[in-house]
């Protein structure tokens, strides 16, 4: 293919670096957030209550946002969306240096920072297509380094500085991640316009909204794709709402060992990110997104049997491999097979799905380790995890995988999905 000799877009380095800065205070966050939590309270459904805070904005507003980024302009989406996210973060940040901060605060923060997110994320998700002019393979490529580049941000450099820098004071870690957000906002804003789609007949919002979630939910590939994360977040929040209390109760870590830990999990997620295309070559994408699966289940099953902080890194390592090789080759995926005029709507479709779920984990999380111990969590993760894999494999079959690529080929002909408007026709259904 001409594409895996052509190099990425210059717009494309410029969207890379920021949203690399973003990552990394998001790291720091990450690690921050449930220290600064711990330090309020030990009650675990309270922790449950800032973990799932977050992923409430995609249950509330998920379509509708997708929608909406499919009516404005992407990229100025994303720049407002990182500025308000820069700004919000000063209200924790004075709470903390004050001595005022709460738990609601902190719920209330983690809610209005996933509505940012809800907006950032979509909207990147349908620029991406555009600045790449939808090429398969340079959409592998660029996914493979975004990726990279987040896990490395946010999993392997941002927790250990985020446990480092609570350490100076609880306001430091959360200015960190408002100076990201504000330096990625002004990168943003220097990329190239992208034409908006061909726009459909002006219809009420919820109306395009519906449309867009019937395209996910009619294109059997494109379910399937949307409920592996949608499971898998039930699974990974029950396992994240305890893995602080896990981490210190059971295995005797620090917190400057959480934070380590969480970098095993960050090394693992590089080495798969970095490996995903290699294995959808080898193995066709919808096997090696079956076998992914399968190792995120399996790891997970090995850190609840963990006997020491050793075990438990290694199982994290391997869990975090998994996840970071499916995170390029099922968004590529996507990106490749929707029309762009949907772009919006399939991805927060599907992001909503998977961040619904989230909710779900937390509380099961927070509810198992509380009625019974603190590793049943991490064990009934497990199980969702494996049925997950059994259950969605024959849905993202290599065979299915390549007749969705095959269908939106540019010479797809009148089945072509980008040849129909969804509040007319239904996806097609890949059977």
């Known amino acids: 293919m001409t594409s895996d000799i052509r190099k990425l877009p210059t717009g494309f380095g410029r969207l890379w670096t ?32 800032v973990t799932a805070a977050g992923t409430l904005p995609w249950l509330l507003f998920g379509v509708l946002g997708g929608a909406l980024v499919d009516r404005w302009d992407r990229r100025r989406t994303m720049w407002v969306a990182d500025t308000a996210r820069a700004v919000l973060l000063a ?51 660029a996914n493979s380094r ?12 941002g927790p250990p500085a985020g446990s480092a820098l609570l350490a100076l004071g609880r306001a430091v870690p959360l200015l960190t991640d408002a100076v990201s957000f504000m330096l990625s906002a002004l990168l943003v804003r220097t990329l190239p316009a992208m034409p908006r789609p061909v726009p459909e007949v002006r219809e009420p919002l919820l109306r395009q909204a519906r449309a867009g979630a019937s395209y996910v939910f009619r294109d059997r590939v494109l379910l399937g794709l949307a409920l592996r994360p949608a499971v898998g977040n039930v699974a990974f929040l ?23 830990l969480l970098t095993a999990e960050a090394t693992g997620g590089l080495l798969g990110a970095g490996i995903a295309s290699y294995l959808g070559r080898r193995l066709g994408t919808g096997t090696a997104l079956t076998c992914t699966a399968a190792v995120e289940g399996l790891a997970i ?14 199982a994290l390592a391997v869990c975090g491999a998994g996840m970071g090789a499916t995170m390029v080759l ?79 080929a540019p010479d797809g002909g009148p089945d072509h999905p980008a040849s129909k408007d969804p509040a007319q026709e239904s996806a097609p259904d890949l059977v």
């Not at 800065?21 to 675990?44: C, E, H, K, N």
């Open 238 to 260: 029950a396992v994240e709402t305890v893995l602080a209390l896990f981490a210190h109760d059971r295995l005797g870590i620090d917190t400057y060992g959480f934070g380590l």
């Open 330 to 408: 099922a968004p590529s995926l996507r990106q490749a097979i929707v029309p762009a005029h949907l772009m919006g709507r399939v991805a927060s479709t599907s992001r909503m799905l998977a961040m619904c779920a989230a909710p779900i984990g937390a509380f099961l999380g927070g509810w198992l380790a509380t009625t019974y111990d603190i590793r049943t969590p991490l064990y009934a993760a497990a199980g969702l995890l494996l049925a997950m894999t059994a259950v969605t494999a024959s849905m993202t079959s290599n065979r299915r995988v390549e007749e969705a690529l095959r269908a939106a």
């Open 146 to 157: 975004l990726r990279g580049a987040q896990t490395a941000m946010s999993g392997f450099a």
């Open 18 to 49: 920021a949203q690399t800065i973003s990552s990394l205070g998001d790291g720091v966050t990450q690690a921050a957030l449930p220290l600064l939590a711990l330090t309020l309270t030990r009650d675990p459904m309270a922790l449950a209550v």
């Open 91 to 141: 209200i924790p940040a004075a709470a903390a240096a004050l001595d005022v901060l709460s738990i609601a605060l902190l719920a209330a923060v983690a809610f209005l920072l996933g509505l940012g997110g809800l907006f950032f994320d979509t909207a990147a998700t349908a620029y991406l297509p555009d600045l790449l002019r939808r090429d398969p393979a340079l959409l592998e490529r």
């Open 301 to 314: 099953l090995g850190l609840a049997a963990a006997p020491n902080p050793y075990v438990a890194g290694l």
